[in-house]
């Protein structure tokens, strides 16, 4: 199985920005539609954001205008952009396809990030 790597979490202040980025060594990335997902918890892991490979994007109510999704296809790599970060943000965000763990690929560690004053 081929996992994502992701990175850029931590602790910020409300109304801080982050920028998380994510990794992997799979073949079929370009061609896939890529997710930012995150898991509060004792909550179930919700998608916040998508982007296909015509890098059309789709976001949750939640996080619509606040986080931008991209990706850098050569790279292999996908971006979320959060900014103005409200408590409610603070969770472990993973990347994976949509839907997950399709052609061959698997959930990483996460990044974890933490909304507080």
């Known amino acids: 199985q081929v996992m994502f790597v992701e990175s850029g979490g931590g602790l910020v202040q409300p109304g801080g920005s982050l920028r998380l980025s994510c990794t992997t060594s799979?073949?079929?990335?370009?061609?896939?539609?890529i997710a930012w997902y995150r898991q509060a918890p004792g909550k179930q892991r919700d998608m916040v954001a998508r982007?296909?490979?015509?890098?059309?994007?789709n976001y949750t109510d939640s996080v619509r205008g606040r986080f931008t999704i991209s990706r850098n296809d050569p790279r292999h790599t996908a971006y979320l952009q959060m900014n103005s970060l409200k408590p409610e943000d603070t969770a472990v965000y993973y990347c994976?396809?949509?839907?997950?763990?399709?052609?061959?690929?698997?959930w990483g560690q996460g990044t974890q990030v933490t909304v507080s004053p």
């Open positions: 994976n396809t949509h839907p997950p763990n399709i052609w061959n690929y698997s």
């Open positions: 982007i296909t490979s015509y890098h059309s994007t």
């Open positions: 799979g073949s079929s990335f370009s061609v896939a539609t």
